[in-house]
């Protein structure tokens, strides 16, 4: 388990976001600072995690879509001001965006590892429209110049219930994996944060109840078995408080 507590700490770091920022504003000295951060980017702009926008010195790096990305900055902590800090951007942002947000009943063809890890990898928010998962998922025992190829065979979903009437005001969502070799044995666990854009979902489920409360995302999950006929498979579900 010791990887999955350096995973949580890295993924925690990320998403610390404007915290980190805003606690630096008072040091003294060297000013120079770096940190890799998840931020939108969305009408021109940079929102990033934790509230604040990122005002880019540099052009060269900016994302050409709208969506969440995370990539490396370099800043002054002293020009924080007005929930607003300037930054280079010192690498090619990353997407994180998932665009399977799917209604209906279906279900992947193997078991999900875990939800949520302790607390730490867990679904969050990142504003009202956008979530991001941690998707903890079996793959198979290969080395590092195999891996993304691996990888490449999982496709994650997002899925929402066909009727979105819920009297609770709970939004119920599935992630879940679907692999193009369900049959090969898998051993390891890996994970990715993979961010989801709810809004359309969000608007259907308020008009449908007047109110959203909470969003619940559930995964079916194994820490022993991808196989989803094993007995050790169980449903799990993580709450997140919609405000």
């Not at 800090?85 to 090619?92: F, P, Q, R, Y």
């Amino acid at each position: 388990m010791k990887q999955f507590k350096m995973m949580a700490l890295a993924a925690m770091t990320l998403l610390m976001g404007m915290t980190m920022a805003s606690c630096l504003g008072s040091s003294e000295g060297d000013n120079k600072a770096t940190q890799n951060v998840i931020a939108l980017y969305e009408n021109g702009t940079l929102e990033q995690f934790g509230g604040g926008t990122l005002i880019p010195k540099n052009s060269n790096y900016m994302p050409s879509t709208p969506g969440i990305y995370t990539f490396g900055i370099e800043y002054d902590p002293t020009t924080w001001k007005d929930n607003k800090l300037e930054v280079t951007i010192t690498s090619t942002p990353i997407s994180m965006m998932n665009n399977n947000v799917v209604q209906g009943e279906n279900k992947g063809n193997v078991n999900m590892y875990d939800l949520n890890y302790q607390d730490e990898l867990t679904p969050v928010m990142f504003n009202a429209d956008y979530i991001l998962v941690p998707v903890i998922f079996w793959v198979e025992n290969v080395n590092a110049d195999a891996m993304p190829k691996e990888e490449a065979k999982h496709h994650f979903y997002l899925q929402a219930p066909s009727d979105l009437h819920n009297e609770e005001g709970i939004l119920e969502l599935t992630i879940y994996d679907v692999v193009d070799d369900p049959e090969v044995e898998r051993t390891k666990s890996s994970y990715i944060y993979q961010a989801f854009n709810l809004h359309h979902i969000i608007e259907g489920f308020k008009a449908a109840n007047g109110t959203l409360k909470k969003i619940r995302v559930s995964a079916m999950v194994n820490r022993v078995s991808n196989d989803p006929t094993h007995g050790n498979t169980v449903k799990e579900a993580y709450d997140i408080d919609y405000k």
